[in-house]
Nanobody, 123 residues
């Protein structure tokens, strides 16, 4: 599986961005997917996850109610709609595919990672 993240950029606080993760491989639809983010000097942290079918989703407390994760297995894509952005959302965002059908809030189950896309939220 190869993952390509896109959609990052510079936005003012209160604005919105939509990140996309394009996947490849016949088994893309079998994997749980997630978005993580990382800032310099900090560990990569879970943002949002979605099961292989899309029936189950989960969010970090800090983004719950503002971000929405979705997937379209037909086109092998996972998106993260980010609304009401805050300066503390500034980070490099990574999409990841797990070795199993359900997402995890920890790093361990994720075998494949995209290259990251930078989101900068100005105050």
């Amino acid at each position: 599986v190869q993952l390509q993240a896109s959609g990052g950029g510079l936005v003012q606080a209160g604005g919105s961005l939509r990140l996309s993760c394009a996947g490849s491989g016949r088994t893309f639809s079998s994997y749980g997917m997630a978005w993580f983010r990382q800032t310099p000097g900090k560990e990569r942290e879970f943002v949002a996850g979605i099961s292989w079918s899309g029936d189950s989703t989960g969010y970090a407390d800090s983004v719950d109610g503002r971000f929405t994760i979705a997937r379209d297995n037909a086109v092998k894509q996972v998106t993260l709609q980010m609304n009401s952005l805050r300066p503390e959302d500034t980070a490099v965002y990574y999409c990841a595919a797990a070795r199993e059908g359900y997402y995890s809030r920890t790093l361990h189950p994720y075998k494949w990672w995209g290259q990251g896309t930078l989101v900068t939220v100005s105050s």
